[in-house]
């Protein structure tokens, strides 16, 4: 735990792609944390014994499953922003496309998503969610927690911008291909899947889950707006399915919660735009639950959460530096 006024040193890698310079951005303003080397494949992680507290991974996921043990045994507390560390059900052969070979590193890890699962001064690896999964699980959680929609009928159209993708070079995210059009991409083999499905599994205190996942790209740069059609749990009674009963459920879980937004108006990408926060709209049209959620893929979906994460790693509020 550090006081109010106490600064950690961070070492950041992968710098270079919208993660890590949203990470720069946001980091550079906390009161409590600097980033004091920027490290790589190439770097000699030992180098770093003693002159860092802390690391975060903004990396591809094959590049975290190396570097990330290297840090653990180091005692530098590491947030890894990829997915190497949060599948523990599923096969990273199917949905990465590698063997994953640090399994007790995988068993322990902190899957950190807050308020759901919080890392404590203990925690020495977290899982950062994928953006995507963050904000279907955040909308998604308290309803099953309060058992008002069914498990087995859950219907996700989600759209992303274009950083969500990273930097990498692809014919599809060209402005000429993208600009003015949108589509969908990845359908049934998108890796936040298999995550969402676990942690649905894990923190929705429900049964069989199964979520049919559609992923689309927005010809704008960041931002996720996911509409979620759902089906009533038939055990809830026809007087308690409707709208102030699905606010109701947010606003338990959520109500002292000063960066998640609930409202009976439709969310919109531009309102949690550059910043953490992640706003949820409820529904029924047709006689069935609806819900729209938004997040800034960037930051609540990436660096802002693994700021939350360091925040919780070092006994420090989850919002500090980022309100």
């Not at 949905?95 to 995988?106: A, D, I, M, R, V």
């Not at 439709?266 to 709209?281: C, D, L, P, R």
Request: glycine residues 8%.
């Amino acid at each position: 735990m550090i006081t109010a006024t106490q600064r950690r040193a961070v070492a950041l890698a992968g710098g270079s792609g919208y993660s890590g310079q949203e990470f720069l951005k946001w980091i550079a303003h906390h009161p409590n944390f600097e980033v004091t080397a920027h490290i790589g494949r190439e770097t000699d992680l030992a180098s770093l014994r003693g002159k860092v507290d802390a690391a975060v991974l903004a990396t591809p996921a094959e590049v975290s499953l190396e570097m990330a043990p290297a840090l653990v045994e180091l005692g530098i507390r590491t947030v890894d922003v990829s997915g190497a560390f949060r599948l523990k059900d599923f096969s990273y052969p199917e949905w990465y496309g590698f063997e994953h070979h640090q399994t007790s590193l995988l068993k322990n890890a902190t899957y950190g998503l807050y308020p759901w699962v919080k890392p404590t001064t203990e925690t020495r690896l977290v899982a950062n969610p994928g953006c995507y999964t963050t904000t279907l699980l955040m909308a998604l959680i308290p309803l099953f927690r309060e058992k008002l929609v069914r498990a087995d009928a859950i219907f996700i159209d989600a759209a992303s911008g274009t950083s969500g993708a990273g930097k990498k070079v692809s014919a599809g995210l060209m402005f000429s291909e993208l600009f003015g059009n949108s589509y969908a991409y990845k359908t049934g083999k998108h890796q936040h899947w298999p995550e969402l499905v676990e942690y649905l599994n894990a923190l929705g205190q429900q049964d069989s889950y199964a979520p049919v996942f559609v992923t689309k790209l927005l010809p704008i740069l960041r931002g996720i707006l996911a509409s979620i059609f759902l089906e009533w749990d038939p055990r809830l009674a026809q007087s308690e399915r409707n709208t102030s009963t699905l606010l109701g459920a947010y606003r338990k879980h959520y109500g002292d919660q000063p960066d998640i937004m609930v409202s009976e108006s439709e969310v919109q990408v531009g309102t949690i735009a550059n910043t953490n926060k992640f706003a949820v709209s409820a529904h029924v049209a047709y006689g069935k639950p609806l819900v729209f959620a938004a997040t800034d893929n960037l930051v609540r979906g990436a660096a802002g959460q693994a700021i939350m994460n360091l925040n919780q790693m070092f006994g420090l509020p989850a919002h500090q530096g980022l309100l």
